[in-house]
């Protein structure tokens, strides 16, 4: 079903007193991954069950290029789903695993065969085929889990935690290799976790929710430059929040984020202190610390900025701060 998107309006889902998902909106374009990112029961492994057809909401809608999924039984929607603990199918091989949503579809013969040939060799299976999941390490079982997904061509794919049972070696060895893998499927995806690296490596957009709500939707470059409020500044790490001491100091309205991206070194700029340099070539990356705002900023920039040569630690440099450096922050607590 291609050209379509799928929405989610107000939706919600409570257990006893306590709404998980407090009316949540949400879209999800055609081949676009949405990276919903929280913390621990923020409520997002609900909200993904709710779209997956895994419990009912108790308010709200679910629809697909206009279709409602709300009332339809999980195995109709035409969802692939991913889970953290793999749930492989232990007696059955590989190449089995792979094929039981072909099976359930009908899909016999050539085609059936063929489908899963490619996936496997797209994952770099091949040679593993007639192997049961315990014989497989975590990142194998883990693809395995990927191409059981994809090989029905799911309308959209829900992948819940799936790198968080690996270890860091293989957690990131996955990482670009999934990143890439959604991008080449073109498959609608939510991918739920709780690590901003994740997070942003996968996601086209990325969705950060707390309390049951998603506080605020934006691509990871949008998100690190100009986080919406405090709380999501705080919890992706933006360290350029300005201490209220200084905002009161400067005369800000509120909470507000220094967007260090917008400095340029300028002679007749603002000064400060190099707390730190690195270099990658003809990049630099400065720790710059201004004496009265007690925040360290971490700029990057060219080295050719710089016609006297970079600054060293310890030495001062003049940076100029456009208005629009300066981003305002709604207070949530």
């Known amino acids: 079903m291609t050209g379509v998107t799928l929405t989610l309006t107000g939706l919600v889902r409570r257990y006893g007193a306590v709404a998980a998902v407090a009316g949540v909106d949400l879209t999800v374009g055609d081949g676009e991954t949405v990276a919903l990112l929280g913390p621990s029961g923020c409520?997002?492994?609900?909200?993904?069950?709710?779209?997956?057809?895994?419990?009912?909401?108790?308010?709200?809608?679910?629809?697909?290029?206009?279709?409602?999924?709300?009332?339809?039984?999980?195995?109709?929607?035409?969802?692939?789903?991913v889970f953290q603990d793999f749930a492989l199918?232990?007696?059955l091989s590989v190449r089995d695993n792979v094929a039981f949503?072909?099976?359930?579809?009908?899909v016999t013969g050539d085609a059936r065969e063929a489908r899963v040939a490619a996936l496997l060799e797209r994952m770099g299976l091949g040679a593993e085929a007639d192997r049961r999941p315990d014989q497989l390490s975590g990142g194998q079982q883990q693809r395995v889990a990927l191409a059981r997904a994809l090989a029905p061509e799911p309308d959209l794919l829900l992948l819940d935690e799936p790198l968080s049972n690996l270890d860091r070696t293989l957690?990131?060895?996955?990482?670009?290799?999934?990143?890439?893998?959604?991008?080449?499927?073109?498959?609608?995806?939510?991918?739920?976790?709780?690590?901003?690296?994740?997070?942003?490596?996968?996601?086209d957009r990325v969705a950060v929710m707390r309390g049951g709500l998603i506080q605020q939707v934006g691509?990871?470059?949008?998100?690190?430059?100009?986080?919406?409020?405090?709380w999501t500044a705080g919890f992706l790490g933006v360290r350029e929040v300005l201490p209220d001491a200084v905002v009161r100091m400067?005369?800000?309205?509120?909470?507000?984020?220094?967007?260090?991206?917008?400095?340029?070194?300028?002679?007749?700029?603002?000064?400060?202190?190099?707390?730190?340099?690195?270099?990658?070539?003809?990049?630099?990356?400065?720790?710059?610390?201004?004496?009265?705002?007690?925040?360290e900023l971490a700029w990057r920039g060219h080295a050719r900025e710089f016609v006297g040569g970079i600054p060293e630690a310890g030495r001062e440099v003049r940076m100029r701060v456009p208005d629009d450096a300066w981003v305002p922050l709604e207070t949530q607590a």
Request: glycine share 14%; aromatic share 4%; hydrophobic share 40%.
């Open 43 to 81: 409520g997002k492994s609900t909200l993904l069950r709710l779209v997956a057809g895994l419990e009912p909401p108790d308010a709200g809608r679910i629809t697909l290029g206009g279709h409602d999924l709300t009332g339809v039984p999980a195995e109709r929607r035409g969802v692939g789903m």
């Open 89 to 91: 199918f232990p007696h």
């Open 101 to 106: 949503g072909l099976v359930e579809q009908g």
């Open 171 to 203: 957690k990131a060895e996955l990482l670009g290799f999934l990143a890439d893998l959604l991008a080449d499927a073109r498959v609608r995806a939510i991918y739920v976790t709780h690590d901003q690296e994740e997070a942003f490596t996968v996601g």
């Open 219 to 230: 691509t990871p470059q949008a998100l690190a430059t100009q986080p919406g409020d405090a």
């Open 250 to 295: 400067l005369g800000l309205p509120g909470p507000t984020l220094l967007r260090v991206d917008t400095l340029t070194p300028d002679d007749a700029g603002t000064a400060f202190t190099v707390t730190s340099v690195r270099r990658v070539g003809e990049a630099v990356q400065l720790g710059l610390q201004h004496d009265d705002w007690g925040v």
